[in-house]
C-alpha cells in the first residue's frame, strides 16, 4: 500500500503529482509548435505530414507513462467499489453533457460550423480531428485506435486527475503553508473555481460549456467521496465512451 501523504517528502510529492501533467502538456505544445511546420494536408503527404498527431500522441502516451510507472508509489488512490461505481455514473453523466450540444447539432440537421450563442455552447460541427482512417492497412489502423482509446481513457485520466484534484485542489486550500496536510477532497469555493476555471481553459473554447458541467461534476464526485481512484475512474469511463461515441458518428473534431 501506499504511504499517505502526510508520510512522504512534500517535495518529491508536489513532483510526482505535477512532473507527469508538464510532461503531457508538453507534447500538446510540441504538437502546436511543430504541426504547424510539417503539416500537410494532400492526398500524396505521408501520413505522419497529413496528421502529425498520429505519431506524437503514441511517443506522448509512452513517454508519459513511464513518467507516472516512476512516481506510482506516491500516489494514493483509496480505490472503493462503492465510489468506482458511483464514479462509473457520473462519467457517464458528465460526458453526456459534454456531448450534448454535438447531439444536438447532428440531430437539428445544422451543416457546417455555426456561430454566436450556439457555437459559445458547443452546438458546432466537429468532423474535423484526429481520425485512424487515414491508414488504409489494418495493423495501422489498429494500432492507431488502440494508442488513441489508451492515451485518452488511461493516461489522460490519471494524469489530469492526479494534478487537478490529488494535487491543485491542495494547494489552492493553502498555497503559503504545506498545503500536503489539506485532506483530499477538502470542499472550498476558491478551490471549485479556480480548478474547474483552468480545467476549462486547458480545453478548447468549443467546449467550454461542457467541461463547466463536467468540471463541476468530478469536483462534486471528489468531496463525496474523498477518493482520488474514483475520481481517475470517472475520467476514463467519460473519456472511453466519447471515444465510442467518436467512432460511431465520425465526430472526430471531439479528439
Known sequence: MNATPATQDPERLTQAHVIPFVVFMSFMLLLQLVGGFIEWKHP??????????????PIQTMVTLGVLIRYWRHFTFNWSVKWSLAAVVFGAVGIGFW?????????WGL??????????LGVTERKEGFDPGIFQNPVAYWTSLVFRFFRAAVIVAFVEEIFWRGFLMRF?????GDYWKQPFGRARWISYLVVTGLFMAAHAPVDYAGAFIYGSLTYLLCVWSKNLGACVIMHGVANLLMGLYIMRTGNYGLW
Do not use: N, S
Not at 500524396?44 to 500522441?57: G, H, K, T, V
Not at 456531448?99 to 440531430?107: F, G, I, K, Q, S
Not at 451543416?111 to 459559445?120: A, N, P
Open 44 to 57: 500524396d503527404a505521408p501520413w505522419w505530414r497529413q496528421e502529425p498527431a498520429q505519431f506524437i500522441y
Open 99 to 107: 456531448l450534448l450540444p454535438t447531439v444536438l447539432h447532428d440531430a
Open 111 to 120: 451543416t457546417g460550423k455555426t456561430e454566436g450563442i450556439l457555437k459559445l
Open 172 to 176: 489552492v486550500c493553502d498555497w503559503e
